[in-house]
């Protein structure tokens, strides 16, 4: 696992996993509940200042969070 975290206009983290290398193995594809939650907390406290971007390669799946460094919403 890889976290890099950022600071520019606003704060960035980027949190990087690798997938397992056996490609037979079946993964549980997830229903997004979870990351869905995520997405409304963030709306909710932070408006679209935030958000959280999510994505898979063949080798890693990678997740992006991107907030505000003055927590506000305006």
Do not use: C, F
Not at 21 to 39: E, P, T, V
Not at 50 to 74: F, T
Request: proline fraction near 4%; hydrophobic fraction near 35%.
């Amino acid at each position: 696992v890889s976290i890099v975290a950022r600071k520019t206009d606003q704060v960035i983290i980027e949190i990087t996993n690798p997938l397992p290398s056996n490609k037979d193995n079946n993964l549980r594809q997830g229903n997004n509940i979870a990351m869905q939650n995520i997405r409304d907390r963030l709306q909710i406290a932070y408006g679209q200042k935030a958000r959280l971007i999510s994505q898979q390669d063949d080798e890693h799946y990678k997740v992006m969070l991107e907030l505000p460094l003055n927590g506000s919403r305006v």
